[in-house]
């Protein structure tokens, strides 16, 4: 069994930053893809930005240039850092190890 948990989420104004840590259980990490997903109020559940074990990575067109993900295997962590904000990347965000998802953790971005 693999458990995810996410932290890092809040409240930020528009064009401020946050990053987002992902602690993920198991000794399956450092072997698979990780992935940050967002589901804003309303709206499907999207992908944001996704990383493989070999550290290749792609992203939403949204976010591109403004997020980054990461990863460190020796911590079973991944990173997803958001630069310059925006009202419309509010949303519950995810981590996802597949099949598992961490519970989610809010950001709120204020104009």
């Known amino acids: 069994q693999v458990q995810l948990v996410e932290s890092g989420g809040g409240l930020v104004q528009a064009g401020g930053s946050l990053r987002l840590s992902c602690a993920a259980s198991g000794s399956i990490f450092g072997i698979r893809a990780m992935a940050w997903y967002r589901q804003a109020p309303g709206k499907q559940r999207e992908l944001v930005a996704g990383?493989?074990?070999?550290?290749?990575?792609n992203y939403a067109d949204s976010v591109k240039g403004r997020f980054t993900i990461s990863r460190d295997n020796a911590r079973n962590m991944v990173y997803l850092q958001m630069n310059s904000l925006k009202p419309e990347n509010t949303a519950a965000y995810y981590c996802?190890?597949?099949?598992?998802w961490g519970q989610g953790t809010q950001v709120t971005v204020s104009s």
């Open positions: 996802k190890l597949a099949p598992f």
């Open positions: 990383i493989t074990s070999g550290g290749s990575t």
